[in-house]
């Protein structure tokens, strides 16, 4: 009887064992996704206080998106209009602190991965203000990050 238990006990712990691997597997893709989103709403958050302390013309701005590259999370304000353009561009490091962040306020095209990402910005604003699903309130807006 003794020797039924331990074997039972054995074979418990080996299927839990190898049924963790599996579940980590499946959640590992996700759980770098919420940091990837987590980190862009730093980014933007961070990158929106000092859009306000920085840019004088404010009027012009269209809206803003955050991504990373190369290990550097950067916010960029865009301008209004039919062809809008980069108005200001915000790095971090890996810290997020404002300190270290280097705002560059030099107007200009958005690079292709920008641009895609502006297009993906555009479609979803315009799917949320047309589709009764999304709902608007008062001194609230959506903060929309875009991935690929």
Not at 86 to 109: G, H, M, Q, W
């Amino acid at each position: 009887m003794k020797k039924l238990c331990c074997i039972a006990v054995f074979f418990s712990i080996a299927i839990t064992s190898f049924g963790q691997e599996s579940i980590e597997k499946l959640t590992d893709p996700i759980v770098a996704e919420g940091k990837q989103l987590y980190k862009s709403e730093m980014a933007s958050w961070y990158g929106t206080d000092i859009f306000v302390e920085t840019y004088k013309d404010k009027e012009k701005a269209g809206g803003y998106f955050s991504y990373s590259e190369n290990n550097v999370a950067k916010c960029i304000f865009f301008s209004k209009g039919e062809n809008p353009k980069v108005i200001v561009t915000i790095s971090f490091d890996s810290s997020y602190s404002t300190k270290t962040a280097k705002p560059d306020l030099t107007e200009r095209e958005f690079t292709q991965s920008e641009y895609d990402l502006f297009i993906i910005r555009s479609k979803a604003l315009k799917i949320i203000n047309s589709d009764t699903l999304f709902k608007s309130y008062k001194n609230t807006s959506l903060n929309l990050i875009p991935l690929i």
